[in-house]
C-alpha cells in the first residue's frame, strides 16, 4: 500500500471510527480477508499438523486469541465445534464480525486476549475438556503468552496448545522476537517453571514449509495426550526443558 492510501486511510479511520471503519473495509477491500497469505499464515504443513490434531483428538472447542480479520478463524470454523476468538483491536474485531455474521458457531469478542480466557474458564457453556487453543495474540512488547498458557492448564482438562510465531530449535523459521524476556522461544516457557509440559515441533524442516515459514510450538500436559502426539508424523517431541 502507497504512503497516500495509508495516509488516507488514517484519516477515515479517525473520521469515522473503528467499527464503522472494520465494516467498511470488510466490504470494500475484499483481498484483506486473506490476510498473512491464508490461514496459518498461508503454511501448508501447519495446516496438516492442525488437520492432524484435530483428526487424532477431536475437540470439543477451538479457542484462538488474536483473530485479526479472521483468516485462520475461518479455517477452524469447518470443524464443526463452537469456535471461541477475541481481538483487542476494533477495527479488527469488526471486519471479523461482518465475516461470520450470524454464524452460530463463531465467537467473537472485543478485548484482552487474558481475561478473555478468564471468562471462558468461568462461562459453564464452555466445553473444559479435549479443547485446542491457537495463540497468535503477540503483537507488540506486552506479551500475554505467559497468562495465557497458564490460564489454560489450570482450567482446562487434556487441552493442546498451538502457539504461532515461535522459535523451532535447530530450524530456520521465523519467530516473534520483542527484546530481552520477550522472545518466543524455548527459554521463555522453561521460565514458566512447569515440570508438566510436553513440548512438540514441526517435523517439517522450514525450507520445505509453504507461506510464511513461521515456527511454531504444540503443547500439551496430559500424559494421554501426550501420547496421541507423538503418534502424529508432522509433530516431533521436544525437550520438556531447553
Ligand atoms: C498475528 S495477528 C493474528 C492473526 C490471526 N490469528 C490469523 O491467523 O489470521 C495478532 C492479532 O492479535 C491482536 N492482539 C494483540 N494483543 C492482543 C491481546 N492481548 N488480546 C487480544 N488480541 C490481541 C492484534 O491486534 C492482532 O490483530
Excluded at 42 to 69: H, K, N, W
Aim: net charge neutral.
Amino acid at each position: 500500500m502507497s504512503a497516500l492510501s495509508k495516509w488516507v486511510e488514517s484519516v477515515v479511520l479517525r473520521a469515522v471510527g473503528p467499527e464503522k471503519f472494520g465494516r467498511l473495509e470488510y466490504r470494500l477491500k475484499p483481498s484483506r480477508r486473506a490476510s498473512w497469505g491464508g490461514p496459518m499464515n498461508g503454511q501448508a504443513g501447519r495446516l496438516r499438523i492442525c488437520r492432524d490434531i484435530m483428526s487424532a483428538l477431536s475437540p470439543t472447542a477451538i479457542v484462538e486469541t488474536g483473530t485479526f480479520r479472521g483468516t485462520t478463524t475461518e479455517f477452524f470454523a469447518q470443524f464443526t465445534v463452537p469456535v471461541y476468538s477475541v481481538e483487542a483491536e476494533p477495527r479488527f474485531h469488526y471486519f471479523a464480525a461482518c465475516r461470520f455474521g450470524e454464524s452460530s458457531r463463531v465467537h467473537l469478542t472485543l478485548g484482552d486476549s487474558r481475561s478473555f480466557l478468564s471468562r471462558l474458564a468461568a462461562d459453564p457453556t464452555v466445553p473444559k475438556h479435549n479443547v485446542f487453543f491457537y495463540l497468535d495474540a503477540h503483537w507488540n512488547a506486552d506479551l500475554p503468552l505467559a497468562q495465557e498458557i497458564t490460564t489454560i492448564f489450570a482450567n482446562w482438562q487434556q487441552a493442546v496448545i498451538m502457539v504461532d510465531d515461535f522459535a523451532v530449535p535447530g530450524d530456520s523459521y521465523a519467530y516473534d522476537d520483542y527484546g530481552p524476556g520477550a522472545a518466543l522461544n524455548a527459554e521463555y516457557l522453561d521460565r514458566l517453571n512447569r515440570t508438566d509440559m510436553h513440548r512438540f515441533y514441526p517435523s517439517l524442516r522450514a525450507a520445505e514449509e509453504s507461506g510464511a515459514k513461521r515456527g511454531c510450538i504444540v503443547l500439551c500436559n496430559d500424559t494421554h495426550v501426550r501420547e496421541r502426539l507423538a503418534g502424529l508424523s508432522s509433530l516431533r517431541l521436544g525437550d520438556t526443558q531447553s
